[in-house]
């Protein structure tokens, strides 16, 4: 990666924090990503998501743990979720196979089940920011009564707008979360 925002990971001439991030800050304390998406992410990626291709996921939380190695340990890691309806019809969680990995390789303990997506989210990419942010509120939920830990980073194959992110983020953080990152495999540019 290039140099990058790093409240969003967005590419900047020089490191820090993009003119968006200072202006609203981000829920998210932190975003680091592996690559933008661009070749050949952009194949590689669809292939694990929509193709069943788990060799190509392998590789890409390989080449995650890399670029994340040398990063602050969070107390935990969290898949962001796919809503249940839609894990039934691929069959498997893309931002979950890709953690997996990256908690044994790192040994960060994966914490799941407690962040759930609560609804199905219509696709983001059509809509403008407000719309996005109505689609997505309150489209995570924490479940369980323990105590969260206080840092945690958040594990997803791609991030876009951010809107996703930032509504798990948000859930984390109203359930007593202090820090929330995330850790992605292709930012958007
Ligand atoms: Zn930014």
């Not at 020089?14 to 194949?43: I, K, Q």
């Not at 962001?80 to 890709?98: F, I, N």
């Not at 609804?119 to 059509?126: G, L, M």
């Not at 929330?180 to 958007?188: G, P, T």
């Amino acid at each position: 990666m290039p140099a990058a925002c790093q409240r969003c990971a967005l590419p900047l001439a020089v490191p820090g924090t993009c003119g968006a991030c200072l202006r609203r800050p981000p829920p998210l304390r932190e975003v680091h990503a592996a690559f933008l998406y661009s070749a050949p992410l952009d194949r590689l990626l669809p292939r694990f998501k929509f193709h069943d291709d788990l060799a190509a996921g392998r590789l890409l939380s390989q080449l995650m743990v890399e670029a994340f190695a040398d990063l602050p340990r969070p107390e935990t890691l969290v898949a962001v979720p796919l809503h249940v309806a839609r894990l039934r019809s691929r069959g498997y969680d893309q931002a979950l196979e890709l953690a997996r990995p990256l908690s044994r390789a790192l040994r960060v303990p994966l914490l799941s089940g407690r962040l759930c997506r609560m609804r199905s989210t219509a696709p983001q990419s059509e809509r403008d920011a407000a719309a996005r942010r109505r689609n997505l509120y309150r489209a995570f939920d924490v479940r369980g009564g323990a105590a969260m830990p206080a840092h945690v980073v958040l594990i997803d194959d791609v991030m876009t707008t951010g809107a996703t992110l930032h509504a798990a983020a948000d859930a984390l953080l109203h359930a007593g979360v202090r820090r929330v990152d995330a850790w992605v495999c292709a930012r958007v540019p």
